[in-house]
């Protein structure tokens, strides 16, 4: 089993629905990201969580929102999807404190919006 | 603003062959920078790290230099293989900070291995 497991791995919806992407660790790490990956552009950055407590936004939170139901648990939700969204969505998780920053990517989720 | 740019977009080479990807970064302080691949439909995984003080590191088939001085990086694939089909991403971390929030990426360099 993937220690990062993302569900749904695709998923195609209309504009104005509310989709959640769901995202789930066994590495027992508490840092959670959630990044957005276009076509020829770098990972950018949404939400992130240092610890169940914890939610910042990231470099293009606007349009999202994020809950940390557990430790093991982050979910990424779009109230209101719009075309501009589709896109592949990656979760992924880091251990804490000042080691190499390592990050550990899920599968991904592809999402489409019409 | 932190940069980091990644030449060239895309490369087709011949299986066997040998083939190297740049990475320029502007990231300051300097911390570390890695190189992550990513096979197509999944995500990216780490292949090396460099830290301030390296300037060559070796994993298998890939070896990845670091120049401080000119920020820049480069990530050589020696004996290509199908396998080494994939996208490569460059992604820098500033000094004080590793955690993903810190991080810049690149835009990847996207490799393509031809039997």
């Known amino acids: 089993d993937a220690d990062v497991t993302q569900t749904p791995r695709n998923r195609i919806t209309k504009t104005g629905k509310r989709i959640m992407l769901e995202c789930s660790q066994t590495k027992g790490h508490d840092r959670m990201y959630w990044y957005r990956q276009d076509p020829g552009l770098g990972l950018q950055l949404i939400y992130y969580s240092f610890d169940v407590k914890d939610i910042n936004k990231g470099e293009i939170s606007d349009g999202y929102s994020v809950s940390r139901q557990a430790q093991a648990k982050f979910s990424l939700s779009l109230e209101s999807a719009i075309p501009n969204q589709t896109a592949l969505y990656f979760c992924a998780t880091s251990a804490a404190g000042r080691g190499t920053g390592e990050l550990f990517f899920g599968e991904g989720s592809r999402l489409t919006v019409l | 603003k932190n940069q980091v740019e990644q030449s060239p977009q895309s490369l087709i080479i011949l299986e066997g062959k040998n083939c190297t990807l740049q990475?320029?970064?502007?990231?300051?302080?300097?911390?570390?920078l890695r190189w992550y691949k990513q096979d197509t439909g999944r995500g990216p995984v780490s292949l090396t790290i460099?830290?301030?003080?390296?300037n060559t590191k070796s994993n298998g088939r890939y070896t990845a230099t670091l120049d401080a001085d000119t920020k820049q990086s480069s990530l050589h694939i020696t004996a290509s293989q199908l396998s080494d089909s994939a996208s490569y991403i460059c992604v820098v971390s500033a000094l004080g900070n590793n955690a993903g929030n810190m991080l810049t990426f690149g835009g990847g360099t996207r490799l393509m291995v031809k039997p």
């Open positions: 990475c320029n970064y502007t990231v300051s302080p300097f911390s570390n």
């Open positions: 460099m830290t301030f003080s390296e």
